[in-house]
Each structure stands twice: as structure tokens, then as C-alpha cells.
């Protein structure tokens, strides 16, 4: 019962990140497919009783949220590197 409840979950953070009106709700909508994605295999762990698994979720949380900086840090860059190319000046 409850898979299906967050697979619907999934489909409405998915549709808000692919049709966000900014950038801002299309990075937290994947992030928040990550952390969904991340619940899928913690519940697969408790069902087959596997750390292993929890030791892959914990990996993909990390590499999740290392891109995630990745990513603000470039929207950050080049929304400074646009408003300079707009004041005039080049550096």
C-alpha cells in the first residue's frame, strides 16, 4: 500500500521538476526524485533484510547531494556571469 503512495509521489515531484516555471522548483524536483529513489532501496533493504543495501542508499544520498551543490554552485556562476555581460562590463 504504501509503494503506491510514493510512487504517486514520484510521478507529482517528477511532473514539477520537468515543467517548474523556474530553475529553482526543477533542482529541488530531481532532488527530491533522488531522495524518493533512495526510499525504494532502504525499503528493498528492510524487505530482503541487507545492509548492503542501506550501505548503496547511503552512497547514492551522498552522490546525490555532491551534485546537487555542483549544480547551484554553476546556476550561481552564470547568473553573475549574465548580469556582468548586462552592467557592461567584460572580464
Not at 75 to 88: C, M, N
Request: glycine share 6%.
Amino acid at each position: 500500500m504504501y509503494v503506491y503512495i510514493v510512487i504517486a509521489a514520484l510521478f507529482l515531484v517528477l511532473l514539477r521538476g520537468l515543467i517548474g516555471p523556474s530553475f529553482a522548483d526543477r533542482l529541488i524536483g530531481i532532488s527530491i526524485v533522488s531522495n524518493i529513489i533512495m526510499l525504494f532501496v532502504v525499503i528493498h533493504s528492510i524487505n530482503i533484510q541487507s545492509m548492503l543495501c542501506l550501505d548503496i542508499a547511503l552512497i547514492l544520498a551522498m552522490l546525490s547531494f555532491t551534485g546537487l551543490l555542483g549544480v547551484a554552485k554553476y546556476a550561481v556562476w552564470h547568473e553573475e556571469k549574465k548580469k556582468e555581460a548586462l552592467s557592461g562590463r567584460i572580464v
